[in-house]
């Protein structure tokens, strides 16, 4: 467990810094591959979303039964931010959870409560619940690492708009990489999606996003 951990850390600072890797073959495949349905303010995409049924660290984790902060009002609804990944990302995962992370800092306390992280792996052979949870956990106690199988997973990423592939890396210890749509979900607990950000360096867009869907949705 020391070694994965070590090994997960490894990654993390390697994320960090490795900026120049977004100019690479990886995001610009992500890139002619994005969807192209616009989202607008609070349009949701009325053919994609929906419910998400897969496991985590704790259990069964049901996108329907997210829990908010304690900080939340009584009769706040919950924003769920959905974002498609997974462990060994050397970029931009890692750059948009450090994102995500930062802004919920900034929010007032009862709005950063409404919010929920969630990295939905799209690398079961190798993110284990145990270590999606070491992994998110750095972000946050509050970020929820998840995953199902290749079936479970495919089905999401398509309801979803979600392009990924597995792209061997045979001259690497990893084996292989996974591009991978970056773009982070603002969504529902019934699986509504509010909002697209689609991935810039730095944390303005995803404040800006989070910002006026949490306006949008207050009580």
């Given at each position: 467990?020391?070694?994965e951990?070590?090994?997960?850390?490894r990654?993390?600072?390697?994320?960090?810094v490795g900026?120049?890797?977004?100019?690479?073959?990886?995001?610009?495949?992500?890139?002619?591959?994005?969807?192209?349905?616009?989202v607008?303010?609070?349009?949701?995409?009325?053919?994609?979303?929906?419910?998400?049924?897969?496991t985590?660290?704790?259990g069964?984790?049901?996108?329907?039964?997210?829990?908010?902060?304690?900080a939340?009002?009584?009769?706040?609804?919950?924003?769920?931010a959905?974002?498609?990944?997974?462990?060994?990302?050397?970029?931009?995962?890692?750059?948009?959870?450090?994102?995500?992370?930062?802004?919920?800092?900034?929010?007032?306390?009862?709005?950063?409560?409404?919010?929920?992280?969630?990295?939905?792996s799209?690398?079961?052979?190798?993110?284990t619940?145990?270590?999606?949870?070491?992994?998110?956990g750095?972000?946050?106690?509050?970020?929820?690492?998840?995953?199902?199988?290749d079936?479970?997973?495919?089905?999401?990423?398509?309801?979803?708009?979600?392009?990924?592939?597995?792209?061997?890396?045979?001259?690497?210890?990893?084996g292989?990489t996974?591009d991978?749509?970056?773009?982070?979900?603002?969504?529902?607990a019934?699986?509504?999606i509010?909002?697209?950000?689609?991935?810039?360096p730095?944390?303005?867009?995803?404040?800006?996003?989070?910002?006026?869907?949490?306006?949008?949705?207050?009580?």
């Open positions: 467990m020391q070694e951990n070590r090994q997960t850390l990654w993390l600072m390697l994320g960090v900026v120049v890797a977004l100019v690479g073959a990886g995001v610009t495949w992500q890139a002619l591959h994005r969807p192209s349905a616009p607008s303010g609070m349009q949701a995409w009325a053919s994609l979303g929906g419910p998400i049924q897969l985590s660290a704790r069964d984790f049901r996108l329907a039964e997210v829990s908010m902060g304690e939340a009002p009584p009769d706040a609804t919950p924003v769920v959905l974002y498609f990944g997974y462990t060994q990302c050397p970029d931009v995962c890692p750059m948009t959870l450090a994102a995500l992370r930062q802004v919920l800092t900034e929010l007032p306390a009862s709005a950063a409560a409404r919010v929920v992280p969630v990295l939905v799209l690398d079961p052979e190798r993110d619940p145990a270590r999606l949870a070491t992994y998110a750095h972000f946050g106690p509050r970020f929820i690492g998840v995953t199902g199988s079936t479970e997973l495919a089905e999401i990423a398509r309801r979803y708009g979600v392009s990924h592939r597995r792209v061997d890396a045979p001259d690497s210890a990893l292989y996974l991978h749509g970056a773009a982070l979900y603002l969504v529902s019934q699986g509504r509010y909002d697209r950000i689609p991935f810039t730095g944390a303005a867009g995803i404040r800006a996003g989070l910002t006026r869907v949490l306006s949008e949705t207050a009580p």
